[in-house]
Antibody, heavy 119, light 110 residues
């Protein structure tokens, strides 16, 4: 079955760019026309949708984050990526990737990666 | 402030039936199906209900979902201690052109 695994630096300095990768195993991400989604969760708080990227590269982003976020897909590596620029402490959260089967039907999810923004 | 409104907490005793509500608007729940997620302590969220009322394979039939107008509900019958978790509703918002989540409901099994 499809499994997702997030990776990237656990610590990012303020004003820098956060870069995360989600590696998909269990099948080629290009085999089905799904969206691949990024979600985050600050400690003790709820889930926030960041954005999604289609297998052909089309994207949608949370309007509140749109100016700082870029999601992309690399079918040759079976990976999706997230870049978030000009980070602040408010971007400290656990970041999850998930497959989007259609309009918020997210399954499965990765285990998540904690990213801390601090100098 | 979440686009979808959920009660912050709910509770019940073992064996009881508990419902969690999720209120939205005509641009989200009113037009699109709702999905529910269960997040056990320290774990990633897991799909519990999709398409407003469908249970994925492996989810006990104690869990059920429904939608009416601009609101949705998750019902858990025969409450068990392992159901203690955070529950989130989610849907697509046609105006925001984004996925929106509820603020989450922390379920306590007394």
């Amino acid at each position: 079955q499809v499994q997702l695994q997030e990776s990237g630096p656990g610590l990012v300095k303020p004003s820098q760019t956060l870069a995360l990768t989600c590696t998909v195993s269990g099948g080629p991400i290009s085999s089905d026309n799904y969206y691949w989604t990024w979600i985050r969760q600050p400690a003790g708080k709820g889930l926030e949708w960041i954005g999604r990227v289609y297998t052909t590269g089309g994207t949608n982003y949370n309007p509140s984050l749109k100016s700082r976020v870029t999601a992309s897909v690399d079918t040759s590596k079976n990976q999706i990526s997230l870049k978030m620029s000009s980070v602040t402490a408010a971007d400290t959260a656990v970041y999850y990737c998930a497959r989007d089967l259609g309009y918020s039907w997210l399954d499965p999810w990765g285990q998540g990666i904690l990213v801390t923004v601090s100098s | 402030q979440s686009v979808l409104t959920q009660p912050p907490s709910a509770s019940g005793t073992p064996g009881q039936r508990v419902t969690i509500s999720c209120s939205g608007s005509s641009s989200n729940i009113g037009r699109n199906s709702v999905n529910w997620y269960q997040q056990l302590p320290g774990m990633a969220p897991k799909l519990l209900i999709h398409s407003s009322s469908q249970r994925p394979s492996g989810v006990p039939d104690r869990f059920s979902g429904s939608k009416s107008g601009t609101s949705a509900s998750l019902a858990i019958s025969g409450l068990q201690s392992e159901d203690e978790a955070d529950y989130y509703c989610a849907t697509w918002d046609d105006s925001l052109i984004s996925v929106v989540f509820g603020g989450g409901t922390k379920l306590t099994v007394l």
